[in-house]
């Protein structure tokens, strides 16, 4: 609960705060030079502070000391650091007054809320306004039930309060105007012969041009010589003048003229006016209907709008509004409705990982047997990472519940030394182990890293692939039946052929995304509840909280002393040659290479290079005395296994391939990754195919070639890599640059789909939600309280059975 705060304190603190923002505003704009003579009044503002402090709760006055602290800090630095320094104390500044501004009033509203939900779950042809000819259309969109449309929220606001002046607007500005559209016409430009539309409008101060290049006769017919509109757009340089291109245009007649309007993608059967008139009948009509579902508390920590009054102020902005807020999705109401969102999505979350925790488990203490004697036979010490996650593994074993961990470490860290001793530590208390892979080949180098450990302790372990012969098979069936088998790895072979163990304990899965959810539970039905996933794939922590949320996380953070580092260049499409030059020196001594196609075969577009094509060319051509091989996805898995085979075998020299070399592979001989179209990569993927080489003592290159023809942005988020050599630093930026959905690709997440939040801008409201979740919990462990009970329901249906699923897998 928040502390009421007496109204004569919040008031003197507030005005004390807003006196402070001049000086902090003018220093964070300032160059070095006047911030060397600006001098601060910070002890006045001290003197004053001490008369409200002792009156603040504790969350505030701690705020208010930190800013002090941070306002001397700003005093004391150089003036080159001023400006960044005034800027954080704004910051500061800025949520101590969000602080002190009353909590806005909550309505919690959950009275009949099945019932509720129930009606708002019924088809979008319940809205007024909306017949089975617009329900189809909006179908279309992915708007099926009323409530889809009351969550299909405006992707822009126009401010009609200011509207711009077509003689006053100047390039960049994003403007809206209101005039008369004076001329339209079509014109046949360039050798192409290729038909535009121009259009002018006029206003009260001058005229503007207006240029239309698709769809030209759609709006020829459309729009209205002698009408008066709306026009939304962005100004630009154009031939003669400026103008706007492609601009959003709104009868003035029928449109509304005052206020911040919402603006909504929308079928093309529907007018900009005529979408915005549906959804405001809708949210008047409906929105009462939504249940606000969080409990006081925790809006009036997170203060927090209710979800009817939400809805109102997005579509129906108040004309008092931030409308810059609104259009960012930073406002109050964007905000709360994201809030529910997430706390939903994380309360599921915590839930589930509860479930798994509360299943029967095996209590596998420290016998101080077979670990102990690994420890002393590893040639080399273990990273203070390694040591830490494994303690963090230990803990989990020993505890009688199961295990649900990840294990997230870049390529080379010490994955699977980590979950070799995990391993022990199941045999050490007599119960066996199951490792497996994604394909045979990795199954194969984990057995090779593995089995002379576990041989050397006289201890036994097995292969089981589908290659593994029949004879072979049986012997290991047997084996693992009666238990004389301590440790199988293996690939999915090890899930489908009804092996059946005497008592396994524990069951590591690698690169456990390419598996999927539904081997997680198959490998769960082998009969353990013990379960450490490996991955290599970088996921940045807010990520990691939705997509893992409902395991528990440890990371490989650091690399085993002597590492190298790989030498990262950047060349341009026409230094090729001395990529090539590179490459050749280092088959030259004796080292291996990869280079890397971004596509299989050849493409429509010229620019880009695929590997069938080039590792014939390259064969015949620049390598035509090495001995030159191709992997790509679309080969059949034997015939894939044979080439990795050969190239670990050295057989194979150059390797030109797809990113199927992404994951896993590890022949510390190779020394030089080249990728080719390196801009159509992520930054993620780039790095892990780095880590494909510098696995041995040489020193390794990463040659990335790329053609910045399409813009220099790929050059910028390229140089990324030259810089840093962090996985989860680099899957961060790599986030940032392109947002979630690029950045989990086509991965299967087995997540519910997000309505509103979008991870990346609302990652600390994520922060948030989680912790809001996890209070919950901690009071409530099983929601079964009565104020628990609309949580409940609110559950059941945005996770519409998967809290369920989770108990099988
Ligand atoms: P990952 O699975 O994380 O890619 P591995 O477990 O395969 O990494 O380890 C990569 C290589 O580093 C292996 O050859 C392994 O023996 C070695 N290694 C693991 N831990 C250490 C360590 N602490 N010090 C030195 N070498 C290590
Ligand atoms: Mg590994």
Not at 122 to 130: A, D, L, P, T, Y
Not at 513 to 536: E, K, M, S, W, Y
Not at 638 to 647: G, H, I, L, N
Request: hydrophobic share 40%.
């Amino acid at each position: 609960m928040v502390t009421p705060l007496p109204e004569a304190i919040r008031t003197d603190l507030r005005a004390l705060l807003r006196a402070f923002r001049p000086p902090l505003e003018f220093l964070s704009l300032a160059s070095p030079d006047t911030a060397r003579r600006t001098s601060f009044p910070v002890a006045s503002f001290r003197e004053k502070c001490r008369a409200v402090e002792n009156a603040l709760p504790e969350e505030l006055r701690t705020s208010l000391g930190r800013l002090l602290r941070e306002l001397d800090e700003l005093a004391r630095v150089a003036p080159a650091e001023k400006g960044s320094r005034a800027r954080h104390c704004l910051e500061m500044v800025e949520s101590l007054e969000k602080a002190l501004s009353p909590a806005p009033a909550y309505r919690r509203s959950v009275e009949r809320i099945e019932e509720r939900l129930e009606a708002l779950s019924r088809s979008v042809q319940f809205v007024r306004g909306v017949g089975p000819r617009r329900a189809d259309a909006l179908r279309k969109l992915g708007i099926a039930t009323v409530e889809d449309l009351l969550y299909h929220l405006p992707f822009r606001y126009e401010d009609r309060r200011h509207l711009a002046r077509a003689r006053d607007v100047r390039p960049g500005d994003v403007v809206t105007l209101r005039g008369k559209l004076v001329h339209l016409a079509e014109r046949v430009v360039g050798r192409a012969r290729r038909k535009i539309l121009e259009g002018v409008l006029r206003d009260e101060s001058g005229l503007l041009p207006l240029t239309w290049y698709n769809q030209v006769a759609y709006f020829r017919t459309r729009l209205r010589p002698g009408t008066e509109y709306f026009v939304h757009g962005r100004v630009e340089y154009g031939a003669g003048g400026v103008r706007i291109v492609h601009p959003e245009m709104e009868p003035v007649e029928g449109a509304e003229t005052l206020g911040i309007l919402p603006v909504y993608t929308k079928p093309s059967t529907l007018s900009v006016a005529a979408m915005r008139k549906l959804l405001g009948r809708a949210v008047r009509d409906w929105s009462e209907t939504v249940p606000s579902a969080l409990p006081e508390e925790v809006a009036a920590r997170y203060r927090l709008l209710d979800l009817p009054t939400a809805l109102r102020e997005v579509h129906l902005p108040d004309p008092r509004s931030d409308a810059e807020r609104l259009g960012d999705f930073r406002s109050e109401a964007h905000r709360s409705i994201v809030f529910d969102e997430l706390f939903f999505l994380q309360l599921g979350m915590l839930l589930r990982r509860r479930a798994y925790a509360a299943e029967p488990g095996l209590a596998m203490p420290d016998r101080g047997t077979w670990t102990r004697r690994l420890a002393e036979d590893l040639p080399f010490p273990l990273t203070g990472a390694q040591k830490r996650a494994l303690a963090e593994i230990y803990e989990d074993m020993a505890r009688p519940a199961p295990m649900h961990r990840l294990l997230q470490g870049d390529v080379g860290s010490g994955k699977t030394i980590v979950a070799l001793f995990a391993a022990l530590r199941a045999i050490e208390n007599g119960y066996q182990a199951a490792f497996m892979a994604p394909t045979e080949l990795l199954a194969e180098q984990h057995y090779r890293t593995v089995a002379p450990f576990l041989e050397r302790l006289g201890l036994r372990a097995v292969l089981l692939t589908g290659e593994t012969s029949r004879k072979e098979k049986e012997a290991t069936l047997a084996g693992l039946e009666s238990g004389d088998i301590h440790l199988v790895v293996g690939t999915h072979a090890l899930i489908q052929e009804g092996v059946r163990f005497r008592a396994l304990g524990l069951g590591v899965i690698d690169e456990q995304h390419r598996f999927g959810v539904l081997q997680r539970a198959a490998l769960r039905r082998l009969g353990t509840p013990d379960i450490l996933l490996l991955t290599a794939t970088p996921i940045p922590r807010t990520l990691a909280l939705t997509l893992y949320g409902d395991l528990d996380l440890s990371f490989l953070d650091e690399m085993p002393a002597g590492r190298q580092q790989v030498r990262t260049l950047l060349f341009p499409e026409s230094r090729r040659p001395e990529v090539y030059d590179l490459v050749r020196r280092e088959l030259d001594l004796g080292h291996q290479g990869y280079v890397v196609y971004p596509r299989i075969e050849e493409a429509e577009d010229p620019n880009v290079r695929d590997a069938t094509t080039m590792a014939r060319e390259l064969a015949r051509t620049v390598f035509a005395s090495y001995r030159v091989g191709l992997l790509h996805g679309k080969m059949r898995p034997e015939e894939k296994d044979a080439v990795m085979r050969r190239f670990r075998d050295g057989d194979v020299q150059l390797l030109v391939a797809t990113t199927v070399v992404e994951v896993g592979i590890d022949v510390p001989n190779a020394t030089v990754m080249v990728v080719e179209n390196a801009e159509r990569f992520g930054l993620a993927q780039l790095h892990q195919l780095r880590g494909r080489v510098g696995r041995g003592t040489a020193p390794s290159l990463c040659l990335l070639v790329a053609s910045f023809a399409r813009s220099d942005t790929a050059r910028e988020r390229l140089a990324v890599l030259g810089r840093s050599y962090d996985g989860l630093a680099i899957a961060e930026a790599d986030l940032r640059l392109r947002g979630p959905g690029d950045f989990l690709g086509t991965r299967q997440s087995g997540l519910p789909d997000f309505r509103v939040a979008n991870l990346v801008r609302d990652s600390s409201i994520l922060k948030e939600a989680r912790e809001a979740a996890e209070a919950w919990l901690e009071k409530d462990p099983d929601l079964s309280s009565p104020e628990s009970a609309p949580l409940r329901a609110i559950l059941r249906r945005r996770w519409s059975g998967r809290l369920e699923l989770a108990r099988t897998g």
